[in-house]
């Protein structure tokens, strides 16, 4: 007999199950193998639920207490008015997970797909989700792949070089609240390369629950510069998976903009499957009044010689939590593997908090690994130092914090993505500062 | 320009100005000569505005206003340029960035407009080589990675392009060879003008043959005890600062 100690279900995890059971009672969509995914990951969620202080990945963030009731699905909605523009990009826009019109003048060797055209047409991509998950159990990702029927597949041919960046904007529209679940795959095949901008939005007053899914496969010596952009609602949760997929000679850089959401939680599962590859996970956290935002990695050097910078900056003012926790791992084979990780919070004020968790964990013997984590408030001396240049306090700060932020966005390739990154901070702060 | 009355202050329980009187007037360089730990430095904290410093009792009074009332950025705007003994570096912040906001941000603080990239590009352009100030340097984080005697210059450069009406420098010599310590002295010599004051700070002689004093206070014990012209310096050089380090407390 299976001893299921599990306490009994919140009402959001029976909601979410009966939401689930509802889904898959429906005539099924697409193969065979995708409502077996579902299945499986409607099982382990009725297995395992939501996750609890309990649950190590999870110790930050209890979600099972902090998901109090979940609104139901989110419907066909109108477009809401599309957000400014970040750089100028190839924008899809997706409303409560649905893509909009696609633009129809994509440059050679790029296709986009709607996931629910690849899935009636039984594309021969969808094989590649949920192809290379995480081997834990992960509540969202579970829950994503219990949903999943809503998003979008983009691909990229081999050796193209496509021009123009690529914008997938995720807005949330509804006069209620709901839940939203999108699942979105980016193939970029052998020497392809792809700048990718990633944003998610919706209005302030909706308490919706927004379930984002993306899987990146590079191929062979692809190069994909990925930024993420989140400003969700304020009274938004975000429940972020990013997991992608490195071959050989590849190189990666992603860099996270956290900046709304009531809630929020990424977990970036990066994996080398080719060896001499290069992985940037970087970001910036802004965070004012009671938001929570928790930025999880994990690392996976399974091949040699490949290189994995990770480096967060988090700004904390009010009675905002920011958590870090960031795991290497170095498999038995991975030798010659180059790792550094670094988090580092300011805090503006006494009632912020941060929790730091850097690890590593090594296998292979010949490996250059290193992790830190710093947590403090600004430096008087050097607000001292500028203001008796002539720079009142409150400038003062906003240039300290701006530098402190600054050091992670540098590493942004791309120049034009790096203005746009520094204009949100520097909109963040003038809104802060009145 | 510059008055200060039986000035007292303090960091926590601990006195280190007790009774201080000085008057500078436009124009002049006054140089406080002093043992180490007899508290020159605070006295250049007190007057530039650094928090924690607390004044107990008398009058600091700059161009007929209340320094003391003043903030560190507003007594910035009032004029008073404070060169560190050792300048603080900050990484992220572009040095270029740097100076064009704090010109500015006191531009407006006085109400004045502030100034335009091409006038502020034209400026530096011609202040910054005569101090040996490069191109990389002004791309750098402020003093990120500059020797000791590029943080100098690059104090000097400050002071240069925020024209200030009172500068203070603390300890400008300290960590230089010869030929920076020429470097700054021409920089600061370069600024002598009738409708500014300089106050050096200095526990050696050494820098005055570069930057003549017209007036040399000894400063000892919380307050000064002697005053006279450049020649009390070449006195100091060999008499030493023993005569006054303890009686006078």
Redesign the interface.
């Known amino acids: 007999m299976n001893a299921n100690l599990r306490p009994v279900r919140t009402a959001a995890e029976q909601s979410l199950i009966d939401m689930l059971d509802a889904r898959l009672a429906a005539p099924p969509l697409g193969s065979a193998r995708l409502n077996d995914l579902r299945q499986e990951a409607r099982a382990a969620f009725a297995d395992n639920g939501l996750p609890t202080r309990r649950v190590e990945d999870w110790h930050y963030t209890d979600l099972r207490a902090a998901l109090r009731g979940v609104s139901p699905l989110a419907g066909d909605a109108a477009e809401p008015a599309a957000p400014s523009a970040f750089v100028e990009a190839l924008r899809v826009t997706l409303v409560n997970g649905r893509p909009q019109t696609l633009p129809s003048d994509l440059p050679p060797g790029l296709t986009l797909l709607s996931l629910a055209d690849a899935i009636a047409a039984d594309h021969p991509l969808l094989e590649l989700i949920a192809s290379d998950g995480p081997a834990q159990y992960d509540a969202a990702l579970a829950l994503n792949t219990g949903f999943l029927g809503e998003g979008i597949i983009l691909h990229v041919a081999a050796g193209a070089q496509i021009p123009q960046a690529v914008e997938i904007a995720q807005l949330f529209s509804g006069a209620e609240p709901g839940c939203i679940f999108t699942r979105i795959l980016v193939v970029v095949e052998d020497g392809a390369a792809l700048r990718l901008i990633e944003r998610f939005e919706g209005p302030a007053e909706r308490a919706y629950l927004d379930n984002a899914v993306i899987e990146l496969r590079l191929g062979d010596g692809a190069r994909v510069d990925h930024v993420r952009v989140q400003a969700e609602g304020e009274a938004a949760t975000h429940l972020g998976t990013l997991a992608t997929t490195l071959g050989r000679e590849t190189h990666y850089d992603l860099f996270v903009l956290t900046l709304g959401a009531a809630l929020s939680r990424l977990t970036v599962y990066g994996r080398f499957a080719g060896h001499d590859s290069h992985m940037g996970v970087r970001g910036a956290s802004l965070l004012a009044g009671a938001r929570h935002a928790d930025v999880t990695l994990f690392v996976d050097h399974a091949v040699a010689r490949c290189e994995s910078r990770e480096l967060f900056k988090t700004v904390l003012a009010d009675r905002a939590r920011g958590v870090f926790q960031g795991k290497i791992i170095v498999r038995p084979d991975a030798q010659k593997t180059d790792g550094r990780m670094m988090s580092q919070a300011l805090l503006l004020s006494d009632d912020a908090e941060m929790d730091n968790k850097p690890e590593l964990e090594i296998f292979a013997d010949d490996v250059q690994c290193g992790h830190g984590a710093t947590a403090g408030a600004l430096d008087?001396?050097?607000l001292?130092?500028?203001?008796?240049?002539?720079?009142?306090?409150k400038?003062?700060e906003m240039?300290?914090i701006?530098?402190?932020a600054?050091?992670a966005v540098e590493f942004v390739a791309d120049a034009e993505m790096r203005e746009a990154i520094t204009a949100r901070l520097t909109a963040w702060l003038a809104l802060r500062a009145g | 320009m510059l008055e200060i009355k039986n000035l007292h202050a303090r960091i926590g329980d601990k006195e280190i100005i007790k009774g201080l009187d000085l008057t500078i007037p436009a124009g002049e360089v006054h140089a406080i000569m002093g043992p180490n730990g007899s508290g020159k430095s605070t006295l250049s904290y007190v007057l530039s505005g650094k928090p924690g410093y607390e004044v107990t009792q008398g009058s600091v009074t700059f161009l007929g206003e209340d320094l003391l009332a003043l903030s560190a950025d507003q007594r910035a705007a009032a004029g008073i340029f404070l060169a560190f003994q050792y300048p603080v570096e900050v990484p992220g912040v572009a040095n270029m960035t740097f100076l064009r906001s704090a010109l500015n941000a006191q531009r407006r603080t006085r109400g004045e407009e502030e100034i335009s990239t091409p006038d502020f590009l034209r400026l530096v352009k011609e202040k910054a080589p005569l101090l040996g100030i490069s191109q990389e340097m002004l791309r750098r984080g402020v003093n990120v990675g500059f020797s000791g005697g590029e943080k100098k210059r690059n104090e000097i450069l400050q002071m240069a392009l925020l024209e200030p009406k009172l500068c203070v420098l603390d300890e400008a010599d300290s960590g230089l060879d010869i030929d920076a310590l020429k470097v700054v002295a021409d920089g600061v010599n370069g600024l002598r003008a009738a409708d500014r004051a300089f106050l050096v700070i200095t526990h050696y002689q050494r820098l005055l043959d570069y930057i003549v004093p017209d007036v040399v206070h000894v400063f000892a014990a919380g307050r000064i005890v002697r005053t006279g012209g450049k020649e009390l310096a070449l006195e100091l050089e060999e008499t030493g600062y023993a005569a006054y380090s303890q009686d006078a407390a």
């Open positions: 008087d001396t050097t001292f130092y500028l203001m008796s240049r002539g720079l009142p306090e400038e003062a240039l300290l701006q530098a402190f600054g050091e």
